[in-house]
Structure formats: structure tokens, C-alpha cells
């Protein structure tokens, strides 16, 4: 799955990133906005992840999405 659908499904998304990152709040996740770099950070923020450890976690979980 490509980060342009998920961006474009947004509203569809957000339960998904929810369920997957628990410690994200509903402000954060609407923060994001469905920008990549945005929910990046929240990532980092929330669970005191390096960038890189954000960005793999968050490209594993897209990955996951195409199964």
C-alpha cells in the first residue's frame, strides 16, 4: 500500500493507526492529518523512538496493510 491512499483514506485509516500505536491520542492522530512525516513525529514523541525506528515501524505496519 502506498503512503497516497492511505493519505487519501485518512478518516478510514486513523482506528488502524490507533489499534496499531496505542499510546497515540485521538489529537495526535488528527494532528497527523494524514501526513506522513506528521504522524512520524507523533510516533517518535509518543514512544521515544529515534526517527529511523519511527519510520521502519511505520513502513512494516504499511506494509502489513497490503496482506
Known amino acids: 500500500m502506498n503512503w497516497d491512499r492511505i493519505e487519501g483514506e485518512w478518516k478510514n ?18 494532528a497527523a492529518g494524514g501526513k506522513k512525516d506528521r504522524l512520524v513525529g507523533r510516533i517518535q514523541e509518543r514512544y521515544g523512538y529515534a526517527k529511523d525506528k519511527a519510520e521502519q515501524e511505520l513502513n512494516e505496519w ?3 496493510l497490503d496482506v
Open 62 to 64: 504499511m506494509r502489513k
Open 13 to 30: 485509516f486513523k482506528g488502524k493507526v490507533r489499534d496499531k500505536w496505542g499510546k497515540l491520542t485521538d489529537d495526535d492522530v488528527e
